[in-house]
């Protein structure tokens, strides 16, 4: 069965509150729709979301990449070969990851919904129910306790606080957070690249003296800093995790051969898509680094295809992937979101539609 034709389209989301982390305030996304159709009529659909500040990548740039640069790459091409068809996508051009990211997720789409099972069969599933943390976006210390509160009343026991754009503040901000939810409540950190090592570890250590009990801190310097992250991680007793400093498996590589952080989160949008962050999964596991996996600020469409690969690896045991809980309205269903758990069903593909019916 051969890739007939390959669309794109683009769609602004407005979000529920504005995202606010150390490295953008977002109010709406724009989602950058593929849909990929094969000679029998089978549509596979993917997308991304542009995230300037961290991969580089526009709204224009990925949809122009898609169409005149990987899309000419596809046509022709039998979609049961699924290792040859990322190899073509990543070859296509340098960089450029979000564009392959929504690509390779439409392919594997369309291969599952030609035979008929669902991603995470497809990639050696084990699980159908994920359990997922929630953000709380930068702000006021008053305004984050109170989006705290409400998150734990909606059901979740992880939250993750953004911090980083002003590192004097940070301390107390979630020292506040700590004594509104209480002792049961997992706080994961993440700072968006937005301290130098000296704040870093200050604040870390200061969080330790306070016994505030953080599982982790996420990417607290800038991405290039392997050799930060690791003084980091020598100078503190918290879990660091790198973030923005791993794209590929070769970013993967280096951080594990440095021993530089003790977690890694996968991004599809960082790595090009499902095959590499397989490739990251592996190697972290080979290493007995336990990875995260995560997402931009994006709709449910690439958001599902995170969901299965993490359903499907056995290292990758944390889950951040609450961004289609943001957006205020969705135009597809079937995944499910209930309290803090991620629920897949038995539906083939990524296991979503969208609202109304889709046609070229």
């Not at 949008?269 to 590499?276: A, P, Q």
């Not at 931009?296 to 289609?324: C, F, G, Q, W, Y």
Request: hydrophobic content about 45%; glycine content about 6%; overall charge negative.
């Amino acid at each position: 069965m051969y890739i007939n034709k390959l669309k794109v389209s683009i769609e602004k989301l407005p979000l529920v509150k504005p995202f606010k982390t150390a490295l953008r305030t977002a109010q709406d996304i724009d989602n950058i729709f593929v849909m990929l159709e094969l000679e029998n009529g089978v549509i596979g659909m993917g997308a991304a979301a542009p995230t300037v500040a961290i991969t580089g990548d526009s709204t224009e740039g990925i949809a122009g990449v898609i169409e005149h640069v990987i899309a000419p790459q596809l046509i022709g091409q039998k979609i049961t070969q699924l290792n040859l068809l990322s190899q073509l996508i990543q070859q296509s051009c340098v960089g450029n990851t979000s564009a392959k990211a929504a690509v390779e997720i439409a392919v594997y789409d369309a291969a599952c919904r030609y035979w008929k099972i669902p991603l995470f069969e497809l990639l050696g599933g084990q699980t159908n129910q994920l359990r997922n943390d929630m953000t709380v976006s930068i702000g006021d210390k008053e305004e984050m306790v109170s989006d705290a509160l409400k998150i734990i009343e909606d059901g979740f026991s992880i939250l993750k606080i953004k911090a980083g754009k002003d590192w004097e503040k940070d301390v107390e901000r979630i020292s506040a957070i700590r004594e509104a939810v209480g002792d049961k409540i997992v706080l994961r950190i993440d700072a968006n690249q937005g301290w130098s090592v000296s704040q870093a570890i200050q604040i870390i250590r200061e969080l330790e003296d306070r016994k505030l009990n953080i599982e982790l801190v996420e990417q607290p310097v800038k991405a290039y800093n392997i050799a930060g992250l690791k003084e980091i991680k020598r100078s503190v007793r918290t879990p660091i995790m790198a973030d923005e400093s791993l794209f590929s498996p070769i970013d993967a590589m280096k951080l594990l051969s440095e021993q530089a952080v003790d977690y890694l989160n996968i991004k599809l949008m960082k790595t090009g898509g499902i095959r590499r962050a397989l490739q990251i999964a592996d190697m972290a596991e080979a290493a007995e680094v336990e990875c995260m996996i995560g997402s931009m600020m994006e709709s449910i469409v690439s958001v599902s295809a995170a969901i299965h690969l993490a359903a499907a690896h056995p290292n990758i045991t944390k889950i951040d992937l609450d961004a289609p809980l943001w957006i205020k309205q969705e135009n597809f269903e079937g995944i499910s979101y209930e309290e803090d758990l991620i629920k897949l069903g038995n539906e083939a593909g990524l296991g979503i539609k969208r609202k109304e019916n889709l046609s070229f």
